[in-house]
């Protein structure tokens, strides 16, 4: 099984050539109209596809009255259906909705309160419409600057679907080899390795592939990480993890990009940003998905002198990013998650739903390995007594949660590591009815 | 003077190296922030700045409590403050804001009501964020299709700013020359050449274009074109004007991508698509600013087979596009262009400021040329008695006119040409304030 193999898997997609005969007149119907319209490739969630309805906090309405508790979607980071951020819209919307080529007092209201929760020389900022878009521009940015074009990405990274970050996301480019001027490194990974430095590890293949850029005289630009790895498989790693490999970028002249698309917005539960677990102060830094939470907004912070040196050969303009009504949804995002407390929330309900989930490791030995960090938790799965990659009992139990009331995902280049990753309003309540359901469903299968 | 050169006065930036002693202390403190905040050369309008407050309709309202009448912005294409688009935000941001991998009907529902304006055969839409995520699909659409890598695109084309985009985006590349894999045509232009066939002339630039991409070995994809050329001076062109072209590209196993992000719904006046009045189909519709009224939404509407092959090596997912967010906003967009008859408007009102605009060109003769479709229109300025590019006179109208309330924008590779671009909402009574407005600036001139 190469992890090529595992995508669809990976994805948990709804297979149009299946029996739909269990399906029922109205989802047929629906499904009928959908592959009509978005083509019979458009990707859709689940064995049995769920119609929703509606969605509040961290729960999810379907149809046919079910209700879901949602471990899945990290992009309505508030909660579903927040009111401060309906209301801010519907004001913002009827008051003005501009462009930056204007002055409005909120955008840089808005501008100024983001760049406060980032390390100080990250000082500008540029927003744009979404997480690939983010890294579409910090990577004109990085090649602007550096001069370079090669750039260093993890075997399984995602980082979005525009042309130029497709070709440094091989997790989405089916099993096809990334072009010349892209290196791939294994992600620092210790659970299936064994290897007690991971840190180190990175860092010297880091090394290896700028050696390799040298030797085929392509001039390294940088390296674009996800700071938790989180299509590779959630790896929260050590403190301090990505700081070596920081080390050897900047050595070698390359600017390190990190992707916090994903973690980002106090999901890792200590701060906004888990790249600062880590110690480091990275050359710029890409946003996107729960931003606006669920508003298309994504941004890029960086240092004045990259910025500047990026615009004098680029007249680079972005019609709705950072618009009046993009900031009226992001500024809601930042009052809500003080208002709230919802980073410390994270925090706590993570640090719990980890001590949960390593109790239930005790007895379910299928259950390998729980990492990550705040309210981004992977669980590797590995057949019995091996480290070996179980990705039968992840998709057999994402399908059953899902059946249960639980959405919940899986990642890694083998979909053998369950992802936890809900709204940050998350209660306790929740984590423990996610805990009762999983229990169950890991009792009703084969021991192992 | 080159193209180039008159790319600043074109975006009509203001220059913060200017003296600001007239700029009064509100407006000095927020330059300040935001300078701070978005670097120094992020893109504002206007030598005297201005700091906008509201708008409502074809209107904006600064912070001093002038009025402007907006001739400028594309994006609010069923006015300022639209109430129906806001209610339709607060309405579903508080009921269900999800993305396109579970079934919901409004998506379902807003992808057939869009399709139905499409000609047959494109009949599947992908949805993205923005007209650049659009432009960028489309080009890998192409490229999976064809095998190709080859791009023509006009010569001061603007079609976006993704990395793949912006190399196909001559007026944001401040002179640098375009890669090997993009070739530029000049645009079929006819007042300054006099060419009275300009369908001929750009199929048979195409045709030579193709001859140099295969003298280089370099397999040709297809075009991309903006069918009413924003950039290149707004050309709506003769009816039938892409036709030829079309032709040749087809010929030589080319595709067509028609960017309909800034001309399309219903801004030309005649139905949905500026490209449908030349009689055309292409293989690709590219959609964005208007289409969600400021709500991030762009669109790629093609072919069945030509997004099947894509799909079969790309496992393309656009987080936030065709959200059920993005869905409610697209959906009270053509609600709103149907229940106001903003289409048939464009077209009345178009006509009516076309023929306005003709009557001043008889008395002002710098004008020297007025064309378009709908409300879209450019009004070409010459040197008198020449076909000189007068960009001065446009220059100093677009300032004028914004001290005497009027927001307008300048287009073309010499900035010569004045863009009336307003929202469709457009009352007659609002045209013919902007026309008195300009014979009054016209006559403020020194005689020409």
């Known amino acids: 099984?190469?992890?090529?193999?595992?995508?669809?898997?990976?994805?948990?997609?709804?297979?149009?050539?299946?029996?739909?005969?269990?399906?029922?007149?109205?989802?047929?119907?629906?499904?009928?109209?959908?592959?009509?319209?978005?083509?019979?490739?458009?990707?859709?969630?689940?064995?049995?596809?769920?119609?929703?309805?509606?969605?509040?906090?961290?729960?999810?309405?379907?149809?046919?009255?079910?209700?879901?508790?949602?471990?899945?979607?990290?992009?309505?980071?508030?909660?579903?259906?927040n009111e401060r951020v309906a209301e801010a819209l519907f004001r913002q919307a009827l008051t003005l909705n501009t462009n930056t080529r204007y002055l409005y007092d909120n955008i840089h209201t808005y501008a100024e309160r983001l760049l406060a929760t980032c390390p100080a020389p990250l000082s500008n900022v540029v927003?744009?419409?979404?997480?690939?878009?983010?890294?579409?521009?910090?990577?004109?940015?990085?090649?602007?600057?550096?001069?370079?074009?090669?750039?260093?990405?993890?075997?399984?990274?995602?980082?979005g679907n525009t042309s130029a970050v497709h070709e440094l996301s091989p997790s989405s480019c089916k099993g096809r080899r990334p072009p010349p001027h892209v290196r791939l490194v294994p992600p620092p990974e210790s659970h299936r390795s064994g290897d007690g430095d991971p840190a180190g590890t990175l860092a010297s293949n880091m090394e290896r592939a700028i050696e390799d850029f040298k030797k085929n005289n392509i001039k390294f630009a940088g390296a674009l990480l996800d700071s938790i790895f989180a299509s590779d498989g959630i790896l929260g790693g050590p403190a301090g993890l990505l700081k070596p490999a920081l080390d050897v970028i900047h050595r070698h002249g390359g600017l390190l990009i990190i992707d916090e698309v994903q973690p980002g917005f106090g999901r890792a539960g200590k701060g906004h940003w888990n790249f600062a677990r880590h110690g480091i102060v990275p050359d710029l830094v890409?946003?996107?998905?729960?931003?606006?939470?669920?508003?298309?907004?994504?941004?890029?912070?960086?240092?004045?002198?990259?910025?500047?040196?990026?615009?004098?050969?680029t007249a680079y303009f972005n019609t709705f990013g950072g618009s009046t009504l993009a900031a009226a949804a992001g500024l809601a995002?930042?009052?809500?998650?003080?208002?709230?407390?919802?980073?410390?929330?994270?925090?706590?309900?993570?640090?719990?739903?980890?001590?949960?989930?390593?109790?239930?490791?005790?007895?379910?030995?299928?259950?390998?390995?729980?990492?990550?960090?705040?309210?981004?938790i992977g669980v590797e799965f590995s057949k019995p007594?091996?480290?070996?990659?179980?990705?039968?009992?992840?998709?057999?139990?994402?399908?059953?949660?899902?059946?249960?009331?639980?959405?919940?995902?899986?990642?890694?280049p083998f979909a053998n590591v369950m992802r936890v990753r809900p709204p940050l309003c998350l209660s306790r309540d929740d984590a423990d009815y996610f805990i009762g359901k999983l229990k169950t469903a890991l009792e009703g299968m084969a021991p192992g």
């Open 385 to 412: 007594g091996t480290r070996e990659p179980d990705r039968e009992s992840v998709t057999r139990l994402v399908n059953d949660l899902k059946e249960q009331g639980v959405l919940i995902g899986a990642s890694g």
């Open 127 to 159: 927003f744009t419409c979404s997480g690939s878009e983010s890294n579409d521009l910090a990577l004109q940015i990085v090649r602007a600057a550096t001069g370079g074009s090669g750039f260093i990405v993890t075997e399984n990274a995602y980082h």
């Open 286 to 313: 890409t946003m996107g998905k729960p931003m606006g939470n669920g508003f298309p907004i994504g941004g890029v912070a960086t240092r004045p002198d990259l910025l500047e040196k990026f615009n004098r050969e």
């Open 1 to 81: 099984m190469t992890a090529h193999d595992t995508k669809i898997m990976d994805l948990n997609r709804f297979d149009p050539s299946a029996p739909s005969d269990r399906l029922g007149e109205r989802l047929k119907r629906m499904l009928a109209r959908r592959f009509a319209t978005f083509g019979g490739n458009s990707i859709l969630f689940y064995k049995r596809p769920v119609e929703m309805v509606s969605a509040k906090g961290a729960w999810m309405f379907d149809a046919e009255g079910k209700k879901y508790l949602d471990l899945y979607n990290n992009v309505p980071c508030v909660g579903h259906g």
């Open 333 to 376: 995002v930042l009052d809500e998650l003080e208002a709230e407390r919802m980073i410390e929330n994270a925090d706590r309900q993570g640090e719990y739903l980890m001590g949960r989930l390593r109790e239930l490791a005790r007895t379910h030995t299928r259950i390998g390995d729980v990492r990550g960090a705040g309210l981004f």
